[in-house]
């Protein structure tokens, strides 16, 4: 999905794309080849084991995509001298924090599941492999690609009322603008390091649908609930979710980086999502 946006905000660049099929990241010797032969000034690494709840019962599979395959990527990145930009999560954190604070970048981490362990596990490789590299941790990411978006819309438009989580806290993220944000960190040069890159502002998912639904014109009802109370009533097995998911973008403004609001980049997505033929 942020692959997508990725490719179109470095449209004008000279950019080398690779899928699994082209460049399997957990294969060190295909990865140092493929690194060597182009001998890139940026990595940019938007691929992962992304599947949250299947994680939990596929740690060796999770653990090889995104902590091995992300130190195959800082070893051939520092082999080169290119910097390595990796995306990671707040999936890092326990997500037990305060409601009225914010995670801030030097905050302990503390993974509660088994994406999150193995998306810590690979900014601790980048950190021990290479000293060039932005981690850009992400969070509630849409963009073009199945998303929480497109599924509400989907719901909302065959359904006469929907029960959503209202007690999960965080930012959702338009692929497009983290690309943006991405962009403007290479221009910039800002500082290597680990930053918290999100839309700004937090909402919790209840208020989000309503807010899709509000910009789209669907009229399904929403209703608030909570997260044991949706567990049970859709009678499901999930990996734990964080309650607090806010990301501080304190760090990342204070370079000059301009970040949109989550509702603005909402209604740029809607905008051409509702137009679409
Ligand atoms: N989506 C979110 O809400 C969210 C939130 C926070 C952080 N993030 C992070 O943001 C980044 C981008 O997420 P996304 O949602 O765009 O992910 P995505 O749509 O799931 O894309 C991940 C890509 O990685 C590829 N991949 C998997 N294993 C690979 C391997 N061994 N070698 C090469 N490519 C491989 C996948 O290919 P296949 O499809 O063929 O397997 C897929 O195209 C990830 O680092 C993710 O952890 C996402």
Redesign the pocket.
Known sequence: ???KSVRNKFAEHELIC????E????DLDAVLNAVNKISPNYII???????VDKAEDNYELAS???GI?VKNLAIASNSVGAVLI??????VFSGNLDLNKEYVETDETNPVTV?GRT?LEGEMEIKKNTDKYYIF???????D????VRTMLKLGSNKEEINVVSDQYGSP?N?DDLANIIKQAIDKKIPYGTYHTTNLGFTNWYEFTKKIFEIANISCKVNPVTTEKYIEMMNIKQAKRPKNSKLSKEKILSQGIEIPTWEDGLKRYLNIELNKD
């Open positions: 999905m942020l692959a690779t899928d699994v099929e460049l399997d990241i957990t690494n938007c691929a992962a084991y992304t599947a090889k995509i995104n395959g990796h995306i990671s999560t707040d999936y994406y998306k941790r992400t969070a509630w990411l849409y963009g690609g199945n998303n929480f993220t692929a």
